[in-house]
Nanobody
Framework: HVQLVESGGGSVPAGESLRLSCEVS????????LGWFRQAPGKEREGVAA????????HYADSVKGRFTVSQDNAKNTMYLQMNSLKPEDTAIYYC????????????????????WGQGTQVTVS
């Protein structure tokens, strides 16, 4: 049974940084597409970043490029999202997700292609 647990959310002023963690249990993260999504009130869930853990290939939404960095630690079975220069528009619940099969590719941002989800962690930027 695969479980994903996010942590690291919080409330910060604009311009500050946060690092989110996504710990995966029940399945090694190697050779998996792992993604970060977010959902703000009244908005649809959107893809933020993703990583193909076999090659470290990363993908980012245009809105976070240059500010956010997704990474992995296979030994800890954990994915991270380093968020710098945070803006009020980054305020949302952040979710991590994992695919059972295949790399991320051009569909990395499609939530429907992910099989497992965490419970979410709130990020508030004022």
């Amino acid at each position: 049974h695969v479980q994903l647990v996010e942590s690291g959310g919080g409330s910060v002023p604009a311009g500050e940084s946060l690092r989110l963690s996504c710990e995966v249990s029940g399945d090694p993260i190697f050779k998996r597409c792992l993604g970060w999504f977010r959902q703000a009130p009244g908005k649809e869930r959107e893809g933020v970043a993703a990583i193909w853990t076999a090659g470290g290939i990363t993908h980012y939404a245009d809105s976070v490029k240059g500010r956010f960095t997704v990474s992995q630690d296979n030994a800890k079975n954990t994915m991270y999202l380093q968020m710098n220069s945070l803006k009020p528009e980054d305020t949302a619940i952040y979710y991590c997700a994992a695919r059972l099969y295949g790399s991320c590719g051009s569909t990395w941002f499609e939530a429907g292609r992910y099989n497992y989800w965490g419970q979410g962690t709130q990020v508030t930027v004022s």
